[in-house]
């Protein structure tokens, strides 16, 4: 008895002298809404078709559903694929397409019509069932290929950059509809994608990975807000990064000096010594700022550049004589846009626990 | 004024380009003159009334009918249908394995086995067909239909399997691993994902296989024994004694036959296309 719908302990695929996926072990829990992010090539394609069983591990093991996988070839296991490209039977109509799992597992005919129809239905494309792929746009066949695995009630779907085909707009509404749909029917997925706000917004929890390993597993938030390494500061969306030295230390704070003049000071998560190298990450929208300065803690700088961006306005500010940092300020009141015009000083201010303490 | 320019520049850019349209035009018109006008003379003049081909004398159709009357071309044509039947058959079967094989696994002789493969289309026919006759005299076969057909199975295997390897070049392989996610096991993907999809291809390999044998005579010769006579060695030893109508006749025949044939091959494609998403 076990509560995860799919474990991995250890998990590595060689493919000759490249490790696409390098001793990878996650546990994820029945129900879930589980993302792999990472740039192309980082493995997470890898570890889905392990999970899948096109591939098989070179080392650890998969469980699914608490059960060992071994060699289970893929028409054996519980989970089922949407495939990147759809990958729906072209000389197949829709109905042909969407029952064939179902045909496979000798489910009797009318049990066949009855589910057909319905899932169609759910993915919004009732009475398409006599067309062809061919004839179907490039939504509708995401859609039907969603339809064609989630026929068959599997305990896992997984998902394989499914929206990667699709036009921002679509995207982002079959985001929506896909959460949705998971919520619905209860299913865990296992959702592979390189976009990290597709990851954030649709995710329960997230595992970012770089050539091949799993650098941090957490909730969207944690992911965004706690990252773990400087990959993942830099991957999951914009983040300013100020390296730096220990220079002292106050309480739980260490003091980092950046580029020997400016003194920033960071609540230390994590064991850092003196004189170390170190990366300060502060989130542009995290910091505020002011034509004079609010408190001793804030820092001042130079507005080198504005760039207005509709919704935001983001500065470039100098700091010192190479750090150059980015700030976000949402578009609040009209007209408020660059209400700092470039040349002007001005004093920056973050909540400390905003600045993220990352090794260099 | 400089638009002017541009006009008249424009207008006689035009009037080159119509002259260059109308030699273009006479030269693809000369080159089908050239390939189809002795096929067209040949048809024409197995209607002739007239024994030679010198002078038309009016319209007949005596030579078809004595051609339906001859039983030596009869037995011909039998053995001709039986050894391209058998070896179409054959070959395509084998040809579209090795495609199969060539196209989705590596094993050590790859390379070797690839080249191999095509040695048999680049070949000189009479090569061929003294190595095969050569082969069969040593295994101390006697020449007959058998030996035709095997003749004919080992270079069809290789047209087979270079046309059916060119349809599975554009196969998504993901098609595959989307069956076998949907239960399906190892035989029931092939049947009923891979074989379906690549059928115009290994259609087109029989066809290509089957006109090939029809229309072979060199090895077909060579590798030839008493009583198994084919279509093209009955007409070379007929034409022996000079051309008569009646050749035409045949010829005009098997013309038709061998369009048939090609228009069948066309519709086939057209028909899987409409499925396939390529190209």
């Not at chain 1, 994820?28 to 570890?47: Q, V």
């Not at chain 2, 000189?124 to 003749?151: C, E, Q, R």
């Amino acid at each position: 008895m076990s509560t995860y719908a799919i474990q991995l302990k250890d998990a590595s695929k060689h493919f000759g002298s490249v490790i696409a996926v390098d001793r990878v072990s996650l546990s994820i829990h029945d129900g879930e809404f589980f993302s792999l992010l990472g740039p192309s090539g980082c493995g997470k394609t890898t570890t889905l078709r392990l999970i899948a069983g096109f591939e098989l591990p070179t080392q650890g093991d998969i469980y699914i559903c608490g059960e060992l996988q071994g060699e289970t070839p893929p028409y054996r296991r519980p989970v089922n694929t949407v495939f990147q490209n759809y990958a729906l039977f072209p000389h197949m109509t829709i109905f042909q397409n969407v029952a064939f799992g179902l045909e496979m597992q000798k489910v009797a005919r009318a049990e066949i019509r009855q589910r057909v129809s319905e899932v169609l239905e759910m993915v919004r494309l009732p009475g398409m069932g006599g067309r062809k792929p061919s004839q179907l746009s490039g939504g509708q066949q995401q859609r039907v290929a969603l339809a064609r695995a989630l026929v068959n009630r599997p305990r896992v779907l997984l998902l394989d950059e499914p929206l990667g085909a699709l036009d921002l707009k679509l995207r982002k509404a079959m985001q929506l509809e896909l959460k949705e749909l998971q919520r619905r029917v209860g299913i865990t997925f296992v959702y592979v994608t390189h976009d990290q706000e597709e990851a954030l917004t649709m995710s329960d929890r997230i595992a970012v990975m770089q050539h091949g390993r799993v650098l941090q597993v957490g909730t969207p938030e944690q992911i965004y807000e706690q990252p773990a390494s400087r990959f993942v500061a830099d991957f999951i969306g914009e983040t300013n990064f100020l390296e730096g030295q220990v220079k002292g230390r106050r309480g739980s704070e260490v003091a980092v000096v950046v580029d020997g003049v400016l003194t920033l000071h960071v609540p230390a998560e994590r064991a850092v010594g003196m004189e170390d190298e170190v990366t300060v990450a502060i989130r542009p929208e995290k910091i505020s700022l002011h034509a004079e300065p609010p408190d001793a803690q804030a820092v001042p700088g130079v507005v080198e550049e504005v760039i207005y961006t509709g919704t935001d306005t983001r500065y470039l500010i100098r700091l010192t004589g190479q750090t150059i940092v980015t700030v976000r300020q949402q578009n609040v009141a009209v007209g408020s846009s660059a209400c700092f015009a470039p040349g002007t000083r001005l004093y920056l201010r973050w909540q400390p626990e905003s600045a993220r303490l990352l090794m260099a | 004024m400089r638009s002017n320019k541009r006009q008249a520049g424009k207008v006689q850019k035009r009037r080159r380009g119509r002259w260059l349209n109308r030699l273009l035009s006479l030269h693809g018109v000369l080159g089908y003159i050239f390939l189809y006008a002795p096929i067209v003379i040949l048809v024409i003049f197995s209607f002739n009334a007239s024994r030679f081909v010198s002078d038309w004398r009016g319209f007949t159709l005596q030579w078809y009918t004595r051609l339906f009357g001859n039983q030596a071309i009869g037995a011909a044509l039998r053995n001709s249908l039986i050894v391209a039947g058998a070896s179409t058959l054959i070959s395509t079967v084998f040809g579209t394995m090795v495609a199969l094989a060539m196209e989705r696994y590596r094993f050590r002789g790859k390379m070797a086995f690839d080249a191999l493969l095509y040695l048999p289309i680049i070949i000189p026919d009479i090569s061929m067909a003294v190595m095969l006759l050569l082969f069969f005299v040593l295994a101390h076969w006697n020449l007959g239909l058998i030996t035709i057909i095997i003749s004919h199975v080992a270079f069809n295997i290789s047209f087979v399997a270079v046309v059916v390897r060119a349809r599975l070049a554009y196969f998504d392989i993901s098609l595959e691993e989307a069956a076998q996610d949907l239960y399906a096991n190892e035989w029931q993907t092939f049947r009923r994902v891979t074989l379906p999809l690549i059928m115009p291809g290994i259609l087109g390999g029989a066809l290509l296989a089957f006109t090939l044998s029809i229309d072979d005579f060199v090895i077909t010769f060579f590798t030839a024994g008493p009583g198994s006579t084919t279509l093209p060695l009955r007409i070379y030893s007929m034409v022996k004694l000079g051309v008569t109508p009646e050749i035409n006749a045949l010829s005009s025949m098997m013309l038709l036959a061998s369009m048939g044939l090609v228009f069948l091959s066309l519709m086939l494609q057209k028909g899987g296309k409409g499925g396939m998403d390529i190209v």
